[in-house]
């Protein structure tokens, strides 16, 4: 329901932005937010954004990541500045998609996209 693109190999210090949007048409898109697994780790809050309100960021990556949206587009990005070899992870996007007008929205992972930085 969700395609996240954006991902690569980037040198320590480098940067990406990563992106998330529903792979088909919908009503409304409520909270968004990134999250990353590294091997042998469990998932993690990356950043959010809300529909209304202010972002939220994991101490990891105040300062270095950015959270944005585009409601025109239905989309979130991540800007990843200052990458760190310990940014390495699959991340992936999740949001509360409404389909139709009167419907509770419902959420959903997109499917993951792999970061890798090298030292």
């Known amino acids: 329901q969700l395609q996240a693109s954006g991902g690569g190999l980037v040198q320590t210090g480098g940067s990406l932005r990563l992106s998330c949007a529903p792979s088909r048409n919908i009503f409304r898109i409520s909270d968004m937010g990134w999250y990353r697994q590294a091997p042998g780790k469990e998932r993690e809050l990356v950043a959010s954004?809300?529909?209304?309100?202010?972002?939220h960021y994991a101490d990891s990556v105040q300062g270095r990541f950015t959270i944005s949206r585009d409601n025109a587009k239905k989309t979130v990005y991540l800007q990843m500045n200052s990458l760190k070899p310990e940014d390495t992870a699959v991340y992936y996007c999740k949001a509360g998609i409404t389909w139709r007008m009167g419907v509770p929205h419902t959420y959903y992972w997109g499917q993951g996209t792999l970061v890798t930085v090298s030292s």
């Open positions: 954004i809300p529909s209304i309100g202010s972002t």
